[in-house]
């Protein structure tokens, strides 16, 4: 007798108290009016009213960064069919398919290639629109793509998209629950965007700008003009070493820094010991400046910058203040099939730098402001990865 499968039950593994049996299976076009933007092609203006397509949905919301505009007349010709409106849903159908936008504030903008998923009170919007973000949804819209290079899915396949609801008061439920944990992200990434924008504001004035010797700002009992060095009278710069892909394990104790902006795997054994400012000798990022604190292995598309005396120069007041000018390096990079900055070029940047106790009063507040953003990014981190548990568990 072969074995008995038992049958897949429609439940979630996580749910709110006091729910209880199956969710019930329906298509998208059951519990919402779904249309699209127009088919035509409207003449783009220089302003007018915004026409998004679907490159324009991004991270929820209505991105504006490379938009077109069109007349009032387009506008309100299109609008007779495919009118946006609160709490409507759009999802990009060509290109970006899948990318989605809640729109949350009376909209004054048309659409094309874009599926409009209009609330009909059949289904919670903020249920639907939380829904559109789990891999089940995500893998129906992926086997229904149709196209060559440029990618589509037709809206009548939008509309037979399978979806599992609970009772409306279980939707409304879970739906509060994601825009309350969303909110608390945006909240936690915006103290994050202010402490980074505070950090470039200090940065500007605790740094002599260019032409200037003395800083916009100082801390107390300091003063004079800061004196001009070159990197190579005060460091040892070395090229890395070849780095074998097959030699990095992830268990391994040190990170291998190759040129990019972070690193890129780990190593059993190291080439340089720490504090050390890295700069990324060729490829996308050449010119990037990083700093290591602990031992690390140099590819050989990294140069490592080691102060010879440390007791005259502080390495992080010196990665500061190369951060703070990489675009001379970047802005310098050799034009070849694969961009990058010479050696010669590192070992002739120039350094400002005060007295060794102003370099570290400085050092000490922006290593500061970096460890208070990098708190922050955790927080931020940490709230996007209970969103991704909650939504692998809270839906079926």
């Not at 001009?228 to 005060?234: G, Q, V, Y």
């Not at 099939?337 to 070992?347: A, D, F, L, T, W």
């Amino acid at each position: 007798m072969g074995d008995i499968m038992e049958e897949k039950k429609n439940i979630p593994e996580i749910r709110f108290e006091g729910f209880v049996g199956e969710w019930e299976e329906s298509f998208l076009d059951r519990v919402a009016d779904v249309r699209d933007g127009t088919h035509a092609s409207p003449k783009y203006l220089l302003q007018g009213h915004p026409f998004i397509t679907s490159k324009n949905l991004k991270n929820g919301d209505i991105s504006y960064e490379d938009i077109n505009y069109i007349s009032d007349i387009d506008f309100n010709e299109i609008n007779k069919r495919s009118k946006v409106d609160i709490n409507d849903i759009l999802m990009g159908m060509i290109g970006t398919i899948g990318n989605i936008a809640l729109i949350k504030k009376s909209p004054d903008f048309a659409i094309k290639n874009v599926a409009l998923i209009k609330d009909t009170g059949k289904v919670y919007y903020l249920y639907l629109y939380y829904y559109f973000h789990i891999n089940f949804l995500t893998k129906q819209l992926i086997n229904g793509m149709d196209g060559g290079t440029q990618k589509f899915i037709a809206l009548n396949k939008i509309r037979k998209l399978s979806v599992l609801l609970p009772s409306k008061t279980e939707q409304s439920q879970i739906g509060t629950f994601f825009q309350n944990l969303d909110k608390q992200i945006t909240l936690e990434q915006q103290k994050h965007d202010k402490l980074v924008t505070l950090k470039k504001a200090m940065l500007e004035k605790m740094f002599p700008k260019e032409g200037a010797s003395v800083p916009e700002i100082r801390f107390d009992g300091f003063e004079g003009e800061w004196i001009a060095i070159i990197l190579k009278e005060i460091s040892n710069i070395t090229i890395g070493e070849f780095v074998i892909r097959t030699k990095q394990n992830p268990n391994s104790l040190y990170p291998v820094y190759n040129g990019g902006k972070s690193y890129t795997g780990f190593y059993d054994e190291y080439n340089n010991e720490g504090d050390k400012v890295l700069i990324s000798a060729r490829g996308a990022n050449a010119g990037f400046v990083n700093i290591v604190t602990s031992r690390y292995w140099a590819g050989n598309s990294c140069y490592s910058v080691d102060l010879i005396d440390k007791n005259l120069f502080n390495t992080d007041f010196i990665y500061q203040f190369m951060k703070n000018n990489q675009n001379r390096l970047i802005d310098n990079q050799q034009a070849a099939n694969i961009p990058s900055v010479s050696k010669s070029e590192v070992e002739k940047f120039v350094i400002l730098s005060p007295i060794f106790e102003e370099q570290n009063q400085i050092a000490t507040y922006f290593q500061n402001l970096d460890k208070l953003i990098s708190l922050q990014q955790q927080k931020i981190d940490k709230l996007k990865n209970i969103k991704k548990a909650c939504l692998d568990k809270m839906f079926v």
